[in-house]
């Protein structure tokens, strides 16, 4: 039989935790692959969601990714200042 809980217990098992190169939200334009750079995680999604919500923490107010031809994840954090920045542009990504 189904019973109330006082409160929600705490997550006492392995959490979401980042399992990259901290290097890799720093700014730049970063192509990482997955064999090499991403063997850690299930699927390219799963490190998407994960480099995101990192980049969260660290403060970026942006963060864009692309899936290249080679099926390698290209990420990017930045911060959001209003202005239009031709470097923001993911058409202008050279691969």
Not at 69 to 91: M, N, R, V
Request: proline share 3%; aromatic share 14%.
């Amino acid at each position: 039989m189904a019973e109330v809980l006082d409160k929600f217990p705490k997550n006492e098992g392995k959490g979401r935790f980042f399992r990259g190169d901290p290097e890799w939200l720093d700014g730049r334009v970063w192509k990482l692959h997955p064999d090499r750079d991403l063997y850690m995680y299930k699927s390219i999604k799963s490190a998407r969601t994960s480099l995101r919500y990192m980049s969260i923490q660290r403060g970026w107010s942006g963060f864009r990714t692309k899936i290249s031809a080679d099926d390698c994840l290209i990420i990017q954090c930045y911060e959001l200042t209003g202005e239009w920045d031709k470097s923001f542009d993911s058409d202008y990504l050279e691969e």
